[in-house]
Each structure stands twice: as C-alpha cells, then as structure tokens.
C-alpha cells in the first residue's frame, strides 16, 4: 500500500508561482510512474505531468513551458513547480502513483489562481 500526501496549494495572482510537493510513503518501489493530475468540478481529471523512475517527463500542451515535474529520494518526493500561472490553471491538483488506473491518489490540494 502507497500514502500520497499533497502539500503547496493555495490562492495566486496570474502570472505567478507555486510549487506543489507530494511526499509518497509505503510500497512506493512498487511504481515507477508518478504524476500530478488536476480536476476542475464537473469535468474530468486530467493529466497534468508525469515522471518515470529513470527521470523522463511527459506534460500536458497547456502546461508546457511553465510547469516542471521533478523527483527525489527514489520518488519517494515528487514536485511539480508552476510558473506563470493562469486562471485556467484553478483546479484541485492530485498526486498519483502508478498511472490513472492503479487507485493510488493523495486527497488533493486546491490551487486558485486569480485574474
């Protein structure tokens, strides 16, 4: 069994930063695929970034350029560093282990961004 616990969220203005952390515990050597998603109400969770074991990254096109997914110890700490933020960026932002199918999720952490 994985824990994803979800820190860093919170209110910005547009154009600005934030860096979200994830802090994985358990049977993390289990996976080797760890991503940030978001979810807006009503729609459907979307990828956001994701980073492999042997560090490669995958992005959304919307978010290309101005975020980046890193990891340490293992992937046992994943980040996910946002720069120039968006209103279209608001959204709950979840932590996953594994891929979208494997029900390892942290509770999320809500990032609003104002205009």
């Known amino acids: 069994q994985v824990q994803l616990v979800e820190s860093g969220g919170g209110l910005v203005q547009a154009g600005g930063s934030l860096r979200l952390s994830c802090a994985a515990s358990?049977?993390?050597?289990?996976?080797?695929?760890m991503g940030w998603y978001r979810q807006i109400p009503g729609k459907q969770r979307e990828l956001v970034a994701s980073?492999?074991?042997?560090?490669?990254?995958n992005y959304a096109d919307s978010v290309k350029g101005r975020f980046s997914i890193s990891s340490k110890n293992a992937m046992s700490t994943v980040y996910l560093q946002m720069n120039s933020l968006r209103p279209e960026d608001t959204a709950v932002y979840y932590c996953?282990?594994?891929?979208?199918?494997?029900?390892?999720w942290g509770q999320g952490t809500q990032v609003t961004v104002s205009s």
């Open positions: 980073i492999t074991r042997g560090g490669l990254t």
């Open positions: 358990g049977s993390i050597f289990r996976f080797n695929l």
């Open positions: 996953n282990a594994g891929g979208v199918f494997s029900g390892a």
